[in-house]
């Protein structure tokens, strides 16, 4: 298989990721995938695979250079904001740069998705628009087992390398399904989403915030000073949190609050969140101003019936890659080296290696994938910016 029909491969599985289990990967259907990746490494090669009770994959080469192991770890599952199932890609080569009809009455407009202006001329593989396409994150597992195929098969040395692809990184925790304690390398890369051109060693700082409601349920004919309805509640502290502190309204290291979901009833509702932003204790501020306003809410009704939850998903990992700056230099040198343009961008959003760098003192920078739009109906991925992406990964590792 080449690049393309591996990445076409990987997307037909469906791993939607969902809510967090204990003991196994969210979704049966992630196990499927990693069967399948399982195979792939034994075929070229790998040592010591295994597939953990996650489904996380491992696989180690040993290289024939003398240089300490790096680790490649990509993601297997995808977003549950829009359907993994049945995904129908399509491939568009040489793209004129004009709006792309996806199916029937989809359209997805270079107005509304402005980075389409940077791929013309890019062959491209779009979705029919009812499914998101799954290159968040396939696109860097068919990276990573196209560069190691290459290398392997035309007999090329490579330094010791570990490959990890996990699962239930959308959902927060895909790094702590990697048996760190097994890995035999000191620091790795993600591999996982953006424009091909970006390296990013820094990223949001991370909670999530729950918010429940007990309310008190009357029928609606004899409500009046009784009821108290626990989702016009949850919408009431909604609104007081700052109105354009949304995603749709910030951008590169502006701060959010994200409203996930909101289920319910009168007698009760529950609200969950995401709270970014790149400054530590901007995020506590946050934090703490999404509690005043709920106590505000309960001193207004005399009792606590509102209740935030906050917790730490993972912090900013630029303060530890700063002291290993060194494996940021190495890519750089290999960028300038392939005359590839880049750019360092400050994620929105998180990835396996923040929680690495940050929680496990495992220096771990991310790397683009050619993958844009992601998480949704529009995403598209570019295989030229894939195709350098192999070129990148095979200089890392040689």
């Not at 494996?327 to 990835?351: D, H, N, P």
């Amino acid at each position: 298989m080449n690049l393309v029909e591996k990445f076409l491969k990987y997307v037909s599985f469906e791993t939607t990721s969902y809510e967090v289990k204990e003991d196994r990967a969210s979704s049966d259907l992630e196990y499927l995938l990693s069967e399948e990746m399982k195979k792939e490494l034994e075929e070229l090669g790998g040592q010591d695979i295994y597939i953990n009770k996650f489904g996380t994959v491992y696989a180690y080469f040993p290289g024939e250079i003398e240089r300490e192991p790096l680790a490649l770890i990509a993601h297997m599952d995808t977003s549950s904001q829009a359907s993994g199932k049945d995904v129908k890609p399509r491939i568009i080569k040489n793209y004129d740069g004009k709006d792309i009809e996806l199916s029937k009455g989809i359209v997805m407009s270079t107005k509304d998705f402005p980075s389409l202006k940077d791929v013309k001329g890019d062959d491209l593989i779009v979705t029919d628009g009812k499914t998101l396409l799954g290159g968040d994150d396939k696109a860097g597992i068919a990276i990573i087992m196209q560069a190691l195929e290459n290398i392997i098969k035309s007999n090329k040395k490579h330094i010791p390398l570990e490959v990890i692809f996990t699962t239930d990184e959308e959902i927060g925790v895909g790094a702590s399904h990697i048996d760190v304690d097994r890995l035999k390398s000191k620091y790795g890369y993600t591999v996982d989403g953006g424009d091909i051109k970006n390296i990013n060693y820094e990223n949001f700082n991370a909670s999530s915030m729950t918010v429940t409601v007990k309310g008190r349920s009357i029928h609606p004919g004899s409500a009046k000073d009784k009821m108290i309805n626990a989702l016009n509640v949850a919408i009431d502290f909604h609104n007081s949190l700052p109105r354009y502190m949304r995603p749709e309204d910030t951008e590169l290291r502006e701060g959010f609050y994200h409203l996930l979901s909101l289920n319910g009833s009168e007698d009760e509702a529950k609200a969950l969140y995401i709270i970014r932003d790149h400054d530590f204790n901007k995020l506590e501020f946050m934090e703490d101003y999404a509690k005043l306003a709920a106590k505000r809410i309960n001193d207004s009704y005399g009792s606590e019936i509102i209740k935030v939850e906050t917790k730490l998903s993972y912090k900013n990992m630029k303060e530890i890659i700063d002291k290993h700056y060194e494996i940021v230099e190495q890519i750089v040198s290999i960028y300038k080296e392939l005359g590839y343009e880049y750019q360092f961008e400050a994620v929105r959003g998180g990835t396996d290696g923040a929680e690495l760098t940050v929680f496990n003192n495992f220096p771990c920078p991310n790397l683009g994938t050619g993958d844009f739009n992601c998480h949704g109906r529009f995403e598209y991925v570019s295989i030229n910016q894939m195709e350098k992406g192999v070129n990148i990964i095979k200089k890392l590792i040689q």
